[in-house]
């Protein structure tokens, strides 16, 4: 004879919901809020962007030491690294990489955890590599964020179509946990 209730649900019938699938169903991030953790990422680009040419800058110095090039007044160590495409080729790396190492790791940049989104496949998964990859290379720069403001369905941007992800709004209990191990 069963002791349980007719209405009551057993595991089985409703087995405890994974954080992918928990967060499969976290809302997608509308356009301010998208364009807020925008403005916070540039913030820490810059800065990015500065270290990365303060590093730069050494190489010219090192090569005027050792004889390879020369440098004066009138060509300086950063007149040198202007004067090639290599040196903003490096700087749109170093973006890259800052830009998907933290998509692909934890699926949010600083500007994004502040404003509680999180960028993942459509399932709640983190990105793979390749995701990340794609994304990069189809953001242009966040104007593939206007869409948002077409595509009132889905509120995805163009790289999100291309890579097959999408930018979630997170809870404040959500947003509290770190890198998403277990997804």
């Given at each position: 004879?069963?002791?349980?209730?007719?209405?009551?649900?057993?595991?089985?019938?409703?087995?405890?919901?994974?954080?992918?699938q928990i967060h499969a169903s976290f809302p997608s991030a509308g356009f301010l809020r998208?364009?807020?953790?925008?403005?916070?990422?540039?913030?820490?680009?810059?800065?990015?962007?500065?270290?990365?040419?303060?590093?730069?800058?050494?190489?010219?110095?090192?090569?005027?030491?050792?004889?390879?090039?020369?440098?004066?007044?009138?060509?300086?160590?950063?007149?040198?690294?202007?004067?090639?495409?290599?040196?903003?080729?490096?700087?749109?790396?170093?973006?890259?990489?800052?830009?998907?190492?933290?998509?692909?790791?934890?699926?949010?940049?600083?500007?994004?955890?502040?404003?509680?989104?999180?960028?993942?496949?459509?399932?709640?998964q983190r990105l793979t590599k390749k995701q990340a990859a794609i994304r990069i290379l189809?953001?242009?720069?966040?104007?593939?964020?206007?869409?948002?403001?077409?595509?009132?369905?889905?509120?995805?941007?163009?790289?999100?179509?291309?890579?097959?992800?999408?930018?979630?709004?997170?809870?404040?209990?959500?947003?509290?946990?770190?890198?998403?191990?277990?997804?």
């Amino acid at each position: 004879m069963s002791t349980t209730s007719p209405n009551a649900t057993s595991v089985e019938e409703n087995p405890p919901k994974t954080t992918a699938q928990i967060h499969a169903s976290f809302p997608s991030a509308g356009f301010l809020r998208r364009l807020a953790a925008m403005i916070y990422d540039l913030l820490v680009a810059v800065a990015i962007l500065m270290l990365a040419t303060g590093l730069a800058l050494i190489l010219p110095a090192v090569l005027s030491r050792m004889g390879v090039i020369t440098l004066s007044d009138d060509l300086t160590a950063a007149d040198w690294l202007n004067q090639t495409p290599i040196f903003g080729i490096y700087l749109l790396t170093v973006l890259a990489v800052f830009f998907g190492w933290f998509w692909w790791r934890s699926g949010q940049t600083v500007g994004m955890r502040a404003w509680r989104l999180k960028v993942q496949q459509r399932n709640g998964q983190r990105l793979t590599k390749k995701q990340a990859a794609i994304r990069i290379l189809t953001c242009t720069f966040g104007l593939g964020n206007l869409w948002v403001l077409v595509d009132f369905k889905n509120h995805r941007a163009w790289h999100d179509y291309a890579a097959g992800t999408e930018l979630v709004t997170l809870s404040k209990e959500a947003n509290q946990l770190y890198y998403w191990k277990e997804l």
